[in-house]
């Protein structure tokens, strides 16, 4: 039984955590902590967990954590980069859902966040947790960084192209959209219902945190720089991510539909549609899937690619969950076997 602990469980993303822990055979939630919810139960927070945790919200320790096969890290950054490094001298394996570890660059990390990196020896280690690039290097790692959410809809709609040469790399436009729960569960005027509700808006426009994220993981795929325009959108719904991928074909490139196909034909958790067929935020709701469909409008020379996932799913929990049974040898779909909700 793999011991697991919880740092940041009061957040969407460790609320998800543990709604997906809970039905896994593999794994205890030995600890969860919370600075602000110590000393209270978790299933009082989360009635819905009620029967499932006889835990309580701790403060963060070092020495509870230690004792824990792995510890994910739900939290804003620069929490994880403060803790880490103790973890892993202890024994402990690490899954950080946060931005801490995404970025190999420290000097750029600190451009786009705004401090200094507090463990940047560990950056060369921090494997890239997208299952669907870095398998192998993700089963001996020690420290995983979980890709953010946007990230993980446009570079699995991009991939294929990238890695077979398809497509000019300093054309890339992604107008993407997330629902409001991608903003994190802190109190903002700009969530509010009455705010969100009936409305549709681009934010970020100048530069968002999550575009070095996604040129570096492209590139690697690539082989050679990525130049992306990224425009990301708040949805009027609490949870889901569609990603719009516009690139420029650098010549007629076949049947681009069974690319996909056969690119993405071994991999659990992406689902290239029929032709025609495309995705919609609804169908992926609570699953750890995301769903592709792929165009050229007009037989004209720009490839139109759609990507939806769930942003606390497949963006966020679910991958981590995925990552960790990498990690400990387990089958790939453990405690991971959900269908999307509809309505």
């Known amino acids: 039984m793999i011991r697991a602990g919880i740092v940041g469980g009061t957040g969407y993303t460790g609320v998800e955590l543990l709604r997906l822990l809970a039905l896994h055979r593999d794994v205890e939630v030995v600890a969860i902590t919370s600075r602000a919810e110590a000393g209270r139960r978790v299933d009082d927070l989360y009635p819905n967990l009620r029967g499932h945790f006889d835990l309580v919200f701790a403060e963060p320790d070092v020495a509870l954590l230690a004792a824990c096969d792995v510890v994910f890290f739900a939290t804003p950054h620069n929490v994880a980069m403060q803790l880490v490094p103790e973890l892993l001298a202890a ?15 420290a000097a750029l990390w ?54 077979k040469g398809l497509v000019d790399p300093a054309t890339l436009i992604a107008s993407a959209a ?34 070095p994220e996604i040129e570096q993981g492209l590139a690697d795929v690539s082989g050679s720089p990525v130049a992306v325009t990224f425009v990301p959108h708040l949805l009027p719904i609490v949870r889901g991510i569609h990603a719009t991928l516009f690139a420029r074909l650098r010549s007629p ?73 990498i990690m400990f040898g387990l089958p790939e779909q453990a405690g991971l076997e959900l269908v999307g909700l509809l309505p």
């Open 91 to 105: 024994g402990s394996r690490v899954i950080d859902l946060s931005a801490d570890y995404r970025i190999r660059d």
């Open 110 to 163: 600190s451009q786009w966040y705004g401090e200094p990196h507090a463990s940047p020896e560990l950056l060369p280690e921090a494997v890239y947790g997208l299952p669907e690039v870095n398998r192998d290097r993700i089963r001996g790692a020690r420290l995983v960084a979980c890709p953010g959410c946007y990230p993980t809809a446009i570079q699995l709609g991009w991939i294929p192209l990238l890695a």
């Open 178 to 211: 997330s629902g409001a729960s991608g903003a994190g569960r802190q109190a903002k005027i700009d969530n509010l219902l009455s705010e969100v509700a009936g409305s549709f808006k681009a934010y970020g426009v100048g530069g968002h945190r999550h575009l």
């Open 253 to 325: 490139a076949g049947d681009l539909q069974a690319l996909y196909e056969d690119y993405y034909a071994a991999e659990p958790f992406v689902d290239v549609l029929p032709r025609g067929m495309f995705p919609q935020t609804r169908t992926v709701k609570g699953a750890n899937r995301c769903q592709l469909s792929i165009m050229v409008p007009q037989d004209r020379d720009t490839v139109v690619v759609m990507s939806t996932i769930d942003n606390l799913v497949k963006g966020a929990s679910g991958q981590a969950l995925q990552n960790m049974n």
